[in-house]
Nanobody
Framework: QARLEQSGGGSVQAGDSLSLSCAAS????????VAWWRQDPGNQRQLVAK??????????RYDDSVQGRFVISRDNAKNTVTLQMNNLKPEDTSIYLC???????????????????WGQGTQVTVAS
């Protein structure tokens, strides 16, 4: 049974940095598309960043709102994907979730419904 375990997050001031980690067991993240999302009550999940499988070049994509501030990376030895969030803004406040789906499968990787595995979510709060 594959499982994603999130760590990190918390409360910071605007301009600070935070790191979120997504550690997998039962599935090699090197073969997966791994994405970070954020979700507020009543809103749909918003794609923040994703990284493709190694066979697809481990390409990264970011939402415009975080481009240049957030960095997604993968450590295959630790089977972990990290979201480094820099220069945080109050509007980054949300619940953040990591997810993974098989990189070989077809389907829109921008659609959260295409993802098979999910972390438990973690709160990030940025005060102004």
């Amino acid at each position: 049974q594959a499982r994603l375990e999130q760590s990190g997050g918390g409360s910071v001031q605007a301009g600070d940095s935070l790191s979120l980690s997504c550690a997998a067991s039962g599935v090699p993240l090197s073969r997966e598309i791994v994405a970070w999302w954020r979700q507020d009550p009543g809103n749909q999940r918003q794609l923040v960043a994703k990284i493709t499988a190694d066979r697809s070049g481990a390409r990264t994509r970011y939402d415009d709102s975080v481009q240049g501030r957030f960095v997604i990376s993968r450590d295959n030895a630790k089977n972990t994907v990290t979201l480094q969030m820099n220069n945080l803004k109050p509007e980054d406040t949300s619940i953040y979730l990591c997810s993974a789906r098989n990189g070989f499968r077809n389907g829109d990787s921008n659609d959260w419904r295409q993802y098979e595995y999910w972390g438990q979510g973690t709160q990030v709060t940025v005060a102004s």
